[in-house]
């Protein structure tokens, strides 16, 4: 089953035409430990700088 994962971070290397992430995982944490409250406190831990 394909999972569609949006993203707009164009210098990231997973980065696809469509905002489309194209990694084979996903890891993203919540910035003040393992719970968020809303989507400002997580973090993509996948994003790796396009070269």
Do not use: L
Request: proline fraction near 0%.
């Amino acid at each position: 089953m394909k999972i569609e994962v949006k993203c707009n971070v164009e210098n990231c290397k997973y980065w696809a035409e469509g905002d489309e992430c194209v990694a084979d995982s996903i890891f993203v944490i919540g910035q003040n430990g393992r719970e968020a409250a809303n989507v400002e406190e997580t973090a993509c831990k996948t994003f790796e700088k396009r070269e």
